[in-house]
């Protein structure tokens, strides 16, 4: 299993876009579609609001889980999930 892979869309702002295969669902597209003043630090409501506008305007399907642990190995992280599996990104 993979996460969502994601790009900086900008390298001056601390924030990234989720990655589409068309990069139609863009961080910036949202920002205009919601008309939300782009910020180099982008809060984290906003950050989750923009995923939950993706995901309604994109075919991903949720798996709801809870994340057991998180381990960081560099620039890496390993994401253990309350089923066993882990996540890799």
């Known amino acids: 299993m993979d996460c969502l892979q ?6 001056r702002r601390e924030a990234s876009s989720i990655s589409d295969p ?3 669902l863009t961080l910036e ?6 008309n939300t003043k782009p910020v180099k ?5 906003t950050f989750v ?12 399907e949720l798996d709801h889980q809870d994340v057991g642990e998180i381990l ?6 390993a994401i253990t999930l309350s ?3 882990v996540v890799s990104c």
Do not use: L
């Open 49 to 60: 609001n923009y995923g939950k506008w993706f995901q309604q305007r994109s075919s991903v």
């Open 72 to 77: 960081r190995s560099g620039s890496h992280f």
């Open 22 to 24: 068309r990069s139609a």
């Open 83 to 85: 089923d066993g599996n």
């Open 29 to 34: 597209a949202y920002e205009v579609s919601s």
């Open 6 to 11: 994601e790009r900086c869309c900008d390298p």
């Open 41 to 45: 630090r982008v809060a984290w409501e």
